[in-house]
């Protein structure tokens, strides 16, 4: 039986955290939990203090927050600590199913060479999650797993072996942007699966993902990460996608001219300066410990 090891990144949201938690442990698959918090204030800890005694989840406070892409960055290392095969990653608002780990599992044993296989998000109302959608290879026609390009972190299952291989997400990302870039890096390599039967819930606030024209205000900031992002990406492929990127730029700049209500100036600046400093972002991609090394550090506390 293939050792699983589910890994959250939390940031205060302790109810969402779990009820994600609650559901994984009723699990038809026996899954082991690593949750990390990236610093809340909210009392996550102390709401996880029973489940951490009785060693139904491991726990690892990482002291500040690294956001979204370092802590999944550190998540995928610990997991490797733990020996296993696979790590299912995803958000601290994933509400998994009974089988969605099972429907996941079904397809990484036919496929062995693919490097992850993404689950079906859906939103609250039963509709899919827009924030959530795969890049699919080939029409989805019914099939029991697709190919595609790229994938998001809300259950997504990637082999240890292919980590080893192909590296850690970009922790300097912070948000936005470190999913994308992770399967598609993973994708071109070995390849990647939409799962549709694989389905989980994403309780996000709604349905209608990222967009910089109606967003409030006080999340404008984290939208320098996702352009500034998005144009590393295009720089590491080709003509293709650094043409689409900057079809992005004019069309939302475009877009935030003819319909934004407010602080159309500030929005068209940080869209440029953000696109403007991903042409100069340097990321280094890091590698987890060799395998032998992860085994005997394993073994030694046992």
Request: a positive charge; aromatic letters at 10%; glycine letters at 6%.
């Amino acid at each position: 039986m293939e050792k699983i090891t589910a890994a959250l990144v939390t940031y205060n949201r302790k109810e969402l955290l779990h009820e994600a938690l609650e559901a994984l442990m009723a699990q038809s698959f026996p899954v082991e939990i690593l949750v990390i918090d990236n610093a809340s204030t909210d009392g996550t800890e102390k709401m996880l203090e029973k489940w951490i005694k009785q060693g139904k989840i491991h726990y690892r406070n990482t002291g500040k927050n690294l956001g979204g892409a370092g802590g999944f960055c550190l998540a995928l290392e610990e997991a490797l600590k733990l020996g296993s095969e696979y790590i299912w990653m995803m958000d601290d608002d994933t509400i998994v199913k009974e089988d969605s780990l099972e429907k996941l599992l079904e397809q990484a044993r036919l496929h062995p060479q693919a490097a992850f296989f993404s689950s079906k998000a859906i939103w609250i109302d039963g509709t899919q999650n827009r924030m959530n959608q795969q890049r699919l290879l080939k029409k989805d026609i019914g099939q029991k797993a697709i190919p595609c390009r790229e994938a998001t972190f809300v259950s997504l299952l990637v082999k240890s072996d292919a980590i080893y291989k192909y590296g850690l997400p970009v922790k300097e990302f912070f948000i936005w942007g470190d999913d994308i870039e992770y399967t598609r890096r993973l994708s071109f390599r070995s390849g990647g699966y939409y799962v549709p039967d694989s389905v989980v819930l994403h309780k996000t606030a709604n349905n209608e993902g990222s967009n910089i024209v109606t967003d409030h205000e006080n999340r404008l900031p984290r939208y320098r990460y996702a352009y500034r992002n998005e144009v590393y990406i295009a720089k590491q492929e080709g003509t293709g996608r650094k043409v689409r990127q900057l079809a992005k730029i004019l069309y939302h700049t475009g877009k935030v001219l003819m319909l934004s209500k407010d602080k159309k100036m500030e929005k068209i600046r940080l869209i440029w300066s953000a696109s403007w400093e991903g042409l100069s972002f340097h990321a280094n991609i890091r590698y987890p410990e060799n395998k032998q090394a992860e085994s005997e550090a394993h073994q030694s506390k046992h």
